[in-house]
Structure formats: structure tokens, C-alpha cells
């Protein structure tokens, strides 16, 4: 009998064990569809929704790593605010009023305050053939300026109040070569006469070569940004987060419209440290003079001059009596046909300057930029096959010095 009790209260027990062992399992099955936010729906096949229990949770995990990676952004960037209040009180407004044929007209651009003298950094093209300048602080407070330098080979120009105004803060400048495509920028100026707007954007691309508008040369060491420039902006410092001057805004590619297309472009700071400082002290600055002009080596003139690199400065052409022409260079002899497309024959090119290779034109043009006019420069050039070395005296751009 006890024998029987036994067996009765074992297998009662072992039913008791099967029966917690399965509301367990049943139990933990429940918990992904109870972390899925809603009531589980059954799908057509009416089958339990084990594809919402799988997919729901990855789908809210990426949400998270999402939302994580928005938080890890807000961290890295400094106070947009907190930088706006140390800068804006350096930028300022700048209207103008020129007379062109007997015709009085307004203007407006921007600036930024240099120094502790009264000097203020703006375009060439903003304040040129002025015949009043008025500067207009952050708080609105207004007065006149006089130009001191004018440069429209860089585009750059310091005008200067009579006495520095007591609110206004001098802006530092960066090294622009230290920038890099991705970096944070911010614009601040006048766009449209909307006195100290802010922008931010990143570095689109450095190095660019853009033309000056009003010179045949070009401006080396460009900076692209994508923070929106418009008009008004002009002469407004180009920032980096820390609150300095990496570039002084210029101009915009508008697609054909007024407004800006999200590609603008900056004199670079490093460019502002080399100029203004000769035009602060001397009016003006002479810029260095090679007397060639040409293009990047590209297939077509590879396959054309039998070149065995598609890297350098191809002289298409030498000014007759200048610098070049003096140190022997070349120029194209003669003009071959690719695929219905000219091609032009017998340049030198140009693939070291000074020890440092030379990969493009521009490179070639921002290299004689950093010169001063009576600087001695070697050149290796490609000829016929051949590698020479050229040296080469530089002389100021026509119509300076």
C-alpha cells in the first residue's frame, strides 16, 4: 500500500514538473512580442508571428544605434550657439555707395574685424571704386571706413575705420592648409542685407583654382564649402569651429539662379596672411609672374605627345618677352585630332617645381603664387621625351610693380 502511495505522489509529481517546465518555456516565448511595443497579429497563414518577433527587435536596435549616432554627433560639435555670440560681434556689415556714369548706386557685402587697429577684411569686389563706405557692427552701431589696400588678383581688400570700435572683437586667423574635405564650416554675414546670419556646412573641397572676375588670373588654394553663401555673404569669414578664420567667402556657382546651389567658395586664410599685411603697409601687392598658360596633363594629351605620365602642367602657350619665354620653355608647336577633338602638340610639362612634384596646373600656379617677384624657381620639365631642368626668374604680373 505504501508502495502504491508511492508511485501515485511520483508520477503526480512528475506531471506537476512537465506541466511548470511547459508554462516556463510558453512564458519566455511571450517576451519578444510583449518587447515589441503592440499586440502581436497573427499572419495569413495564421501561424504564430515569429517573423515580428524576429524582425521587431533588429528594427528597434537599429533605431537605437541611429538615435546613438545623432547623440555621438550633438557631442563632437561645440555650442553653434556659444560660437556665434564669440564671433558675431567680429563680423560686420558693409554697405556702399558707388558712382559709375554720372549714376549713384548702392552695395552691400561683409567683413571681419583683424585687429585692434580698426582694420577690417573684406572682397575687392565689394568695396572697389566705393564712394562711401559705412560699417555696420553686430549691434548695429554704424561707421564710415576708408580703403587702406586693394588686391583684385586675390579679390581681397582692408578698409579701416577712423577709431576701433569698443564692442567689436578681432577674429583669428586659421591655417587654411590644415583643412580637410568633411571638416565642419560656418559663414557668417549679410545675405540678402540679413545682417549676421550664420550657416553651417562642411568643407566641400580644397585646393580649388577659381577665377578672380576682373583679372586672367586665378585664385590658388580655393576652399569649397557647402554651407549656404549668397549674395551679401561676400567678404563674411568662412570659420571652423574653434572660432577661426579659415577663409573669406567670395563667390558662389548659382545653377543659373541668384541664389546659392550649395557650392561656394572662399580666399583662403593663409592667402589673407600673405596679402593684407603688404596691403596694410603698402597699398598694394605685387604678385610673382611665370608668363605661360596651359593645362592639366589629361589622356588625350598623353596619347597625343607620347607622354609616359598623365600627371603635370602642360604649357599650351608662352608669353612673348615674359619670364618663361626667357628661360627657353615652350609652348605647343602644332595641333593634333582625337576622336574629332583638338589636341595640342609639343608643350613642355611641367612635373616638379623646387624639388616638389607637380600634378596639375593649378599646382603649378599655386606653387609661383607663393613667390615674390625677382624669386629664382627650377622647373623639370618633360621634352620630347625627354626630362630637362629650367630655371626660371619671376617678374611681377603685368601692370604692377
Known amino acids: 500500500m505504501k ?9 503526480l509529481g512528475y506531471v506537476l514538473l512537465l506541466a511548470f517546465a511547459g508554462a516556463v518555456l510558453f512564458g519566455f516565448a511571450l517576451i519578444p512580442t510583449q518587447f515589441s511595443g503592440g499586440e502581436a497579429q497573427p499572419n495569413a497563414a495564421n501561424q504564430p508571428a515569429q517573423s515580428e518577433v524576429v524582425v521587431q527587435p533588429t528594427f528597434t536596435v537599429q533605431a537605437a544605434s541611429a538615435r546613438q549616432d545623432d547623440l555621438s554627433l550633438e557631442q563632437n560639435l561645440p555650442s553653434l550657439q556659444g560660437l556665434y555670440d564669440r564671433v558675431a560681434p567680429g563680423v560686420v556689415n558693409i554697405a556702399v555707395l558707388v558712382e559709375r556714369q554720372g549714376q549713384t548706386g548702392a552695395g552691400a557685402g561683409s567683413g571681419f574685424v583683424l585687429d585692434d587697429q580698426g582694420h577690417i577684411v573684406t572682397n575687392n569686389h565689394v568695396v572697389a ?12 552701431f554704424e561707421m564710415e571706413a576708408e580703403i587702406i589696400g586693394l588686391d583684385s588678383d586675390s579679390d581681397l581688400a582692408v578698409i579701416r575705420v577712423e577709431s576701433p570700435y569698443e564692442n567689436a572683437r578681432p577674429l583669428p586667423l586659421g591655417d587654411s592648409d590644415q583643412i580637410q574635405t568633411g571638416d565642419w564650416a560656418v559663414a557668417i554675414g549679410n545675405p540678402f542685407g540679413n545682417q549676421s546670419s550664420m550657416t553651417l556646412g562642411i568643407i566641400s573641397a580644397v585646393g580649388r583654382s577659381i577665377p578672380t572676375g576682373v583679372t586672367p588670373f586665378n585664385i590658388p588654394r580655393a576652399i569649397q564649402t557647402d554651407a549656404a ?48 599685411p603688404v596691403l596694410i603697409e603698402e597699398g598694394e601687392y605685387i604678385w610673382p609672374w611665370l608668363g605661360v598658360s596651359g593645362n592639366d ?77 625677382g624669386d629664382t624657381i627650377q622647373l623639370s620639365v618633360l621634352r620630347d621625351g625627354e626630362q630637362i631642368e629650367v630655371e626660371v626668374e619671376l617678374e611681377a604680373r603685368p601692370g604692377q610693380g
Open 129 to 140: 571704386g566705393a564712394e562711401l563706405i559705412s560699417v555696420i557692427y553686430e549691434d548695429g
Open 297 to 373: 596633363v589629361n589622356l588625350l594629351l598623353t596619347q597625343a605627345n607620347d607622354l609616359t605620365t598623365q600627371r603635370g602642367a602642360y604649357i599650351d602657350s608662352v608669353t612673348e618677352g615674359g619670364p618663361a619665354a626667357q628661360a627657353g620653355l615652350q609652348g605647343s608647336t602644332g595641333e593634333a585630332e582625337i576622336e574629332g577633338v583638338p589636341v595640342p602638340l609639343g608643350g613642355d610639362v611641367v612635373i616638379e617645381m623646387d624639388g616638389t612634384r607637380i600634378f596639375t596646373f593649378s599646382d603649378l600656379a599655386a606653387g609661383i603664387a607663393d613667390h615674390r617677384p
Open 3 to 11: 508502495n502504491i502511495k508511492f508511485t501515485l505522489l511520483a508520477v
Open 229 to 276: 553663401i549668397n549674395p551679401g555673404n561676400s567678404g563674411g569669414p568662412l570659420l571652423n569651429l574653434q572660432g577661426e578664420v579659415i577663409g573669406v567667402n567670395a563667390q558662389i556657382a548659382t545653377g543659373g539662379t541668384r541664389a546659392s546651389a550649395g557650392v561656394g567658395f572662399a580666399v583662403p586664410a593663409n592667402l589673407v596672411r600673405r596679402v593684407v
